[in-house]
């Protein structure tokens, strides 16, 4: 699913109607208010407009809305994805040094891709919610990023 619908960070949500079209594309929402302390995001709106959208009180974006909020794969992405999947491969094979290779350059080609950079720590024996990876979004945030960026009403 990340790879289809370019998930960079969890949680995403992505509205598909019943003809199979997206009609909102990659968001962050939660469920509820449990991170709403750490993340500044608020859960009542998303859920109100997805509740609403799906009662047919509502709309998702319109095509061309959709089309332009898509966040579609780079050239970096699509090789960051194929450097992530040949480090999973190396290291199911047991080359684990040729693996965090793979990693390591999925990561710098995709820094905002925390599918991938997050996602690659417990293959390398790392806690994905350990110290590397608050450095790594502490890195992130210092350079001006937002690690939970929700697309805007």
């Known amino acids: ?46 859920a109100e407009a997805l ?13 061309e809305k959709t089309r332009e909020r898509q966040l579609l794969p780079s050239a970096d992405d699509q090789q960051a994805r194929a450097h992530f999947g040949l480090g999973w491969w190396l290291h ?17 080609l995709a820094p905002h891709d925390f599918m991938i950079r997050r ?13 590397e990876f608050f450095a790594m979004t502490k890195a992130w945030a210092e350079a001006g990023n937002k690690y939970y960026d929700p697309q805007p009403d």
């Open 51 to 63: 509740r609403a959208w799906v009662k047919g009180e509502g709309s998702g974006f319109t095509e």
């Open 92 to 108: 199911n094979q047991g080359n684990d040094e040729a693996a965090e290779r793979q990693f390591v350059r999925a990561g710098e």
């Open 1 to 46: 699913m990340p790879d289809l619908y370019n998930w960079v960070n969890v949680p995403t949500v992505v509205w598909i109607d019943e003809a199979g079209q997206i009609v909102r594309p990659n968001d962050v929402a939660f469920g509820n208010n449990a991170w709403k302390h750490v993340t500044g995001i608020d859960a009542a709106p998303h």
């Open 119 to 131: 996602g690659s720590l417990p293959i390398r024996g790392l806690s994905s919610a350990g110290p």
